[in-house]
Nanobody, 125 residues
Framework: QVQLVESGGGLVQAGGSLRLSCAAS????????MGWFRQAPGKEREFVVA????????YYAGPVKGRFTVSRDNAENTVYLQMNNLKPEDTAVYYC??????????????????WGKGTLVTVSS
């Protein structure tokens, strides 16, 4: 059974930082592209970032480019999202995603194979 478990969310002031983690189990982690999505209240889930199986290729959504950094540790089956200079508009539930194809994570979220349950990030002004 595949499980993706996010952690690290919380309340932070604008300009602050948080580091999210997503621990994966039940899948061949090093074969999967991993991604992060977020969903703000009243809005649709949106793509944030993806990282390929090797960690060598990353894709960022425009609003987070330069502030967020994704990384992965294949030995620990974990993907991380370092979020710096947080803004109130970053407030959302952040979801971890896994798929064999980064293209699905980037362009076809309905086709993504596995999802975590999310962790809430709240940025106060």
């Amino acid at each position: 059974q595949v499980q993706l478990v996010e952690s690290g969310g919380g309340l932070v002031q604008a300009g602050g930082s948080l580091r999210l983690s997503c621990a994966a189990s039940g899948l061949s982690f090093s074969s999967y592209c991993m991604g992060w999505f977020r969903q703000a209240p009243g809005k649709e889930r949106e793509f944030v970032v993806a990282i390929d199986w090797s960690g060598g290729i990353t894709y960022y959504a425009g609003p987070v480019k330069g502030r967020f950094t994704v990384s992965r540790d294949n030995a620990e089956n974990t993907v991380y999202l370092q979020m710096n200079n947080l803004k109130p508009e970053d407030t959302a539930v952040y979801y971890c995603a896994a798929d064999l194809a980064c293209a699905d994570i980037r362009h076809n979220p309905r086709g993504v194979s596995y999802w975590g349950k999310g962790t809430l990030v709240t940025v106060s002004s």
